[in-house]
């Protein structure tokens, strides 16, 4: 059973660009959770999808940022106009189900804006 | 604002000492889960203690939860270098709400 995969491992941005960043959750996983992570802290949450919603994007930037889960494929993460400040490592988590239980990650993708 | 803070933020051990990690943190929760992170890479989900439980054990993991202080310790026994890496507790955010908050870490390192 293959873990939580996410694409590209890692992705360089010229400042403007667009970032797309992919998650597969974990088979027979329907809730997927994206996350930040700035250099030397904890990841901080952005937001939490189920299949063709989005259930809380308290976390997220109002601009530039978008999130989908569709019904066929991967999540994807989306940052418009890339800016150094986004330079982080971004993880994708999934669960079971509903409740707060073991989210299992994966590996993240660095994103370096230059 | 932070939900978990971690102490100490760095741990240095000889390997086969024991390592302690402490977590606090802010409002009432469901349950507190415990992740290891190694340098570069993601994060490996270690225990999950549910409000209702004080203790748990897996292998050489223990980990205390005191709800009346909003605090929680992960003990590592007899440590080895491959136990160094960066360690995480995470918890709910008390309100329902599906995400996790996870406190900045303690990076411990294993001196062989």
Known sequence: ?114 | SQQGEEDPQALSIQEGENATMNCSYKTSINNLQWYRQNSGRGLVHLILIRSNEREKHSGRLRVTLDTSKKSSSLLITASRAADTASYFCATDDGEGAQKLVFGQGTRLTINP
């Open chain 1, 1 to 114: 059973n293959a873990g939580v995969m996410q694409n590209p491992r890692h992705l360089v941005r010229r400042r403007g660009q667009e970032a797309r960043l992919r998650c597969s959750p974990m088979k027979g996983h329907s809730h997927v959770y994206w996350y930040r992570q700035l250099p030397e802290e904890g990841l901080k949450f952005m937001v939490y999808l189920q299949k063709e919603n989005i259930i809380d994007e308290s976390g997220m930037p109002k601009e530039r940022f978008s999130a989908e889960f569709p019904k066929e494929g991967p999540s994807i993460l989306r940052i418009q106009q890339v800016v150094r400040g986004d330079s982080a490592a971004y993880f994708c988590a999934s669960s079971l189900d509903r409740g707060v239980r073991e989210q299992y990650f994966g590996p993240g993708t660095r994103l370096t804006v230059t």
